[in-house]
């Protein structure tokens, strides 16, 4: 069936970086666009980041742009997060997203992975 399974969150100190990646299994994956999104409890989720299906055309929210890099790879089905400059206020869980690109409405979410920004 399908599958999203995050993995590389973890703690990691200001100013430092991680990266965090996304295998996804059961669905067409380079029909897909494939996002980065994360939530804060007590707020609502917000999209980090997203590669389009068929363009690679990359979207990224204000706060982490210059410091977050998306990147997929149709060929093993992954999608990654690069994230660098970690600030306090980047600490969330992280949830990797699928939007059909075309022709449906078909999405689909992972379980997300916490990322901690401490001293």
């Known amino acids: 069936q399908v599958q999203l399974v995050e993995s590389g969150g973890g703690l990691v100190q200001p100013g430092g970086s991680l990266r965090l990646s996304c295998a996804a299994s059961?669905?067409?994956?380079?029909?897909?666009?494939m996002s980065w999104y994360r939530q804060v409890p007590g707020k609502e989720r917000e999209l980090v980041a997203r590669q389009n299906a068929y363009t690679f055309i990359t979207t990224y929210a204000d706060p982490v742009k210059g410091r977050f890099t998306i990147s997929r790879d149709n060929n093993r089905n992954t999608v990654n997060l690069q994230m660098s400059s970690l600030k306090v206020a980047d600490t969330a869980v992280y949830y990797c997203?699928?939007?059909?690109?075309?022709?449906?409405?078909?999405?689909?979410w992972g379980q997300g992975t916490q990322v901690i920004v401490s001293s």
């Open positions: 997203y699928a939007r059909e690109a075309w022709g449906g409405k078909l999405d689909y």
């Open positions: 059961g669905f067409s994956f380079s029909h897909y666009d």
